[in-house]
C-alpha cells in the first residue's frame, strides 16, 4: 500500500477501527464457517477470542511436553 499521507496508516490500522468484509468478496469462496468467511467485526471478535485461548503462550506452554513427546 502507499499512502499519500503517514497519518492515514494509524487511521487505517488502529484498534479503535471495527471494519467488516465485503460480503460479496468473501462469501464467493464458499468459506461462510471459518474465520476467513466471518463477515462482521462480532462474528470476528467472538471467533477470535475462543482461538486465543488455545493459541495463548499459557496454552502452548502446558502442552508443550505432548508436542516434545509426539
Do not use: C
Amino acid at each position: 500500500l502507499h499512502f499519500a499521507q503517514p497519518q492515514a496508516y494509524h487511521d487505517i490500522y488502529n484498534n479503535k477501527n471495527r471494519w467488516n468484509k465485503d460480503e460479496i468478496l468473501y462469501r464467493s469462496f464458499d468459506t461462510n464457517h471459518s474465520s476467513f468467511g466471518s463477515i462482521t467485526y462480532a462474528e470476528s471478535k467472538e471467533r477470535k477470542d475462543v482461538l486465543n485461548r488455545v493459541f495463548s503462550a499459557n496454552a502452548i506452554e502446558q502442552t508443550q511436553g505432548l508436542i516434545i513427546e509426539k
